[in-house]
């Protein structure tokens, strides 16, 4: 009976170890497939890897990307990916879920129309796919330490200059279903939240330190690959930003931003809503004090918004709610403009 049960053992470990080998092979072509036949199909992205090593045993199905390097075109911008390994996890035995770790990360971000170029290098980002059983699909990102840069370029210099530092980043975004998304009346479901920033940029009128951000926001509609035909498309069919809360918090100031955008004839954005912002007077003190505005400006700012704002509360905290719209490509506190608002496109 034991040399039975042994033998049972070991043919049922025997059999695993097969059926995970056979497996792994298929997930092996599967993910070939998906990078090289589906992913780059439609040319706006670009895959590179130099070799696809085997791992995970013996719970889950791992494959690592040696060197990937991701490239991805959308709306006049270029945006890259660079690591030096990238671990892909499924796990096949429950809910059906994808898992994308790296140790250290390198995203870049082009602007083709003006050349702004700006790169970000974070630590353990780790990127959750998984399917839930309605069909929807629930992507989750996490990254720590971002310390985002920007390209200055001079007749004396060319470097990357610290624009600005992050804890920890997470986002999670949430995907209809298949059937869903043939509606137009759909949407995509988007959270995050960035701990710990440290603005570098000294002439930015903007804290220097903020201890957390958060947002929540809702696209309806589906803008495709955003390309310029698919914009044109979501905007004709009604296609909306609704910003539903980004809060920015630094103690003790609060500022909260609230709205609906949408794209006007030339792709520039077009709405309305309110900002809401607790400890104004101490937030333009600073400012003044680090020299990015003049008292007459701080003074002039103060009266300004007085004569626009109205007051609030919230959570037992009075603030002042300022509207501002969008409009002609201009961003607009009240009949006063702030700045031009670029064309996502042209």
């Known amino acids: 009976m034991q040399f039975k049960v042994l033998l049972f053992l070991v043919s049922a470990i025997f059999l695993y170890c097969v059926g995970w080998l056979i497996a792994s092979q298929w997930i092996k072509s599967e993910v070939e497939t998906f990078l090289t036949d589906t992913l780059v199909k439609n ?32 709306a006049s911008h270029t ?41 970000n290098i974070s630590e353990n980002s780790r990127l959750h796919l998984s399917k839930n059983y309605d069909g929807s699909i629930t992507v989750e990102y996490s990254a720590n330490n971002s310390n985002i840069h920007r390209f200055v370029s001079t007749n004396k210099r060319k470097q990357w200059n610290k624009f600005a530092l992050g804890k920890h980043f997470l986002a999670l975004i949430r995907l209809p279903n298949r059937e869903k998304r043939r509606q137009r009346s759909h949407h995509y479901s988007i959270s995050f939240k960035i701990n710990d920033i440290l603005m570098i940029h000294e002439s930015v009128i903007w804290p ?26 979501w905007r004709d069919n009604g296609g909306t930003i609704d910003i539903e809360r980004i809060q920015f918090e630094r103690a003790p100031s609060k500022l909260i931003v609230k709205g609906t955008l949408a794209l006007d004839a030339d792709l520039k954005p077009i709405g309305a809503g309110t900002i809401d912002f607790a400890g104004l007077a101490t937030f333009l003190n600073e400012q003044q004090q680090a020299g990015r505005i003049t008292k007459s400006e701080v003074r002039f700012l103060n009266l300004a918004i007085l004569v626009l704002s109205k007051t609030t509360k919230q959570q037992e905290k009075s603030m002042i709610r300022i509207p501002i719209t969008a409009q002609n490509g201009e961003l607009k506190i009240g009949s006063f403009s702030l700045f031009d608002l670029p064309g996502l496109i042209r």
């Open 79 to 119: 945006v890259s990916f660079n690591t030096n390994k990238t671990t892909l996890s499924i796990h096949p035995f429950f809910k059906k879920s994808v898992i994308v770790q790296n140790q250290k990360t390198e995203w870049r971000l082009l602007n083709n129309r003006d050349h702004q170029n700006f790169k």
């Open 208 to 233: 220097k330190d903020l201890d957390e951000i958060t947002g929540s926001i809702e696209l309806r509609g589906n803008p495709g690959a955003f390309a310029l035909e698919d914009l044109i498309a």
């Open 43 to 74: 040319g706006k992205i670009a895959i590179y890897y130099e070799a696809l090593e085997r791992g995970g045993f013996p719970f889950s199905l791992d494959w690592h990307l040696i060197n990937p390097k991701v490239e991805v075109n959308f």
